[in-house]
């Protein structure tokens, strides 16, 4: 069965440090990536999509990139947080264009 | 514009009341509508697909059902356990993208 990773699950930083979340999917070859961004009393704002090693599209112009160094890992990064990057960030894959989206447990982000 | 908005933002029950959760969308071009469960802290578990009006998905005590303008997520005999944020979002037909609503956040009280 598949599964999806996600980590770290709680992380605070300064403001205009470094940012760099990882994710990786088990049990399944090629999936479409994504990264969206859920604050409170909003809907999940997707950020990234990948659907291949090398193809991201960013939906948001932000200070946050996306790579997909490998088949099934993906890396949201910023070179230096904002306080309004502070947030839940959820990964999630799925199989095709028509299939749903899994997610993992997302990443709860503080910037101070 | 598209656009997916859910109602009520909160509702609260008593075990056994069963209630109806709404789903209303503008989508071009509608290629499949979700629902999802959200407990705090945790993403979102995905629950059914829908992918044309009529159709209705059934899972223990939900049920899924889609128009070409709502869907409505039905909750029968909820228990303690079925408190949740019940998430919904649509997938426009030349994205791979899924648009989400706000969600609602369901209190089920014994």
């Known amino acids: 069965s598949q599964t999806i990773h996600q980590w770290p699950a709680t992380l605070v930083q300064p403001v205009g440090s470094p940012l760099s979340l990882e994710c990786t999917v088990e049990?399944?070859?090629?999936?479409?990536l994504y990264w969206y961004r859920q604050a409170a009393g909003r809907g999940l704002q997707l950020l990234f999509y990948?659907?291949?090693?090398?193809?991201i599209s960013s939906e948001v112009p932000q200070n946050l990139s996306a790579s997909r160094p490998q088949d099934r890992q993906f890396i949201l990064s910023s070179k230096k947080l904002l306080l309004s990057d502070s947030g839940f960030y959820l990964c999630?894959?799925?199989?095709?264009?028509?299939?749903?989206?899994?997610f993992g447990n997302g990443t709860r982000l503080t910037v101070t | 514009e598209d656009q997916v908005t859910q109602s009520p933002e909160a509702l609260r029950l008593q075990e056994g009341e069963s209630s109806s959760l709404n789903c209303s969308y503008t989508?071009?071009?509608?290629?499949?509508l979700f629902w999802y469960r959200q407990d705090p802290g945790k993403g979102p578990e995905f629950l059914f697909t829908?992918?044309?009006a009529g159709e209705e998905k059934e899972k223990e005590r939900l049920k899924a059902t889609l128009t070409k303008k709502e869907s409505f997520l039905h909750i029968t005999a909820p228990k303690p356990e079925d408190s949740a944020t019940y998430l919904c979002?649509?997938?426009?037909?030349?994205?791979?993208?899924?648009?989400f609503g706000t969600g609602t956040r369901l209190q089920v009280f014994p």
């Open positions: 049990g399944t070859s090629n999936p479409n």
């Open positions: 989508v071009s071009g509608l290629r499949g």
């Open positions: 979002a649509v997938r426009r037909g030349d994205t791979d993208k899924l648009i």
């Open positions: 999630a894959w799925s199989v095709d264009h028509n299939s749903p989206l899994h």
């Open positions: 990948s659907v291949g090693i090398g193809q």
């Open positions: 829908l992918y044309s």
